[in-house]
T-cell receptor, first 115, second 112 residues
Framework: NAGVTQTPKFQVLKTGQSMTLQCAQD?????MSWYRQDPGMGLRLIHY???????DQGEVPNGYNVSRSTTEDFPLRLLSAAPSQTSVYFC??????????????FGEGSWLTVV | DQQVKQNSPSLSVQEGRISILNCDYT??????FLWYKKYPAEGPTFLIS?????DKNEDGRFTVFLNKSAKHLSLHIVPSQPGDSAVYFC???????????FGQGTRLTINP
């Protein structure tokens, strides 16, 4: 099983450029999300989706757009890259949280540097 | 406003001894708690979880304890092994909220 697949793994962008981080899962999970990991900050939620056509903001959504046209895919778009967006990005998916919660599964990460 | 806090950025433990990682939370609506383990250049992987209706959950060498009155949970690893060296994140969610909130992480180093 592929699980959660993220591309690209590494990317260097110039300030002001735009790009899309791709995320795909093959587990038929309704819930998908994007996190960023920064030193001393842990994992912070950027955007999430509970199904095709439904997205919502997390803790740090500014500068990022998402869409969910299919169950499998959840791309993250950087509209105009800034050095503050230099980070490691993780996509994650799970079944919808019900009652006592659920386990989410992470991709391997995308390392983004904005210069 | 950090709702989930791991106040120890790092912890060093001798191989074979017990490792205790701590986590505090502020949101009383949280009712499900998880621990994730992360190796360098990899995504976090699920380790163990606990529901708020329990105060302890055990899985092999890993035990999670939950103290709801103190809003505190801990992860015990015994005996600690070199392969346990990683960054550990605690996370929490509340029923109906489709979000998982993470702490800052604790880097555990197991020394031979």
């Amino acid at each position: 099983n592929a699980g959660v697949t993220q591309t690209p793994k590494f990317q260097v962008l110039k300030t002001g450029q735009s790009m899309t981080l791709q995320c795909a899962q093959d587990m038929n999970h309704e819930y998908m999300s994007w996190y960023r990991q920064d030193p001393g900050m842990g994992l912070r939620l950027i955007h999430y989706s509970v199904g095709a056509g439904i997205t919502d903001q997390g803790e740090v959504p500014n500068g990022y757009n998402v869409s969910r046209s299919t169950t499998e895919d959840f791309p993250l778009r950087l509209l105009s890259a800034a050095p503050s967006q230099t980070s490691v990005y993780f996509c994650a998916s799970s079944l919808l949280f019900q009652g006592t919660g659920n386990t989410i599964y992470f991709g391997e990460g995308s390392w983004l540097t904005v210069v | 406003d950090q709702q989930v806090k791991q106040n120890s950025p790092s912890l060093s433990v001798q191989e074979g001894r017990i490792s205790i990682l701590n986590c505090d939370y502020t949101n009383s609506m949280f009712d499900y708690f998880l621990w994730y383990k992360k190796y360098p250049a990899e995504g976090p992987t699920f380790l163990i979880s606990i529901s708020s209706i329990k105060d302890k959950n055990e899985d092999g060498r890993f035990t999670v304890f939950l103290n709801k009155s103190a809003k505190h949970l801990s992860l015990h690893i015994v005996p600690s092994q070199p392969g346990d060296s990683a960054v550990y994140f605690c996370a929490a969610s509340s029923s109906g909220a489709q979000k998982l909130v993470f702490g800052q992480g604790t880097r555990l180093t197991i020394n031979p």
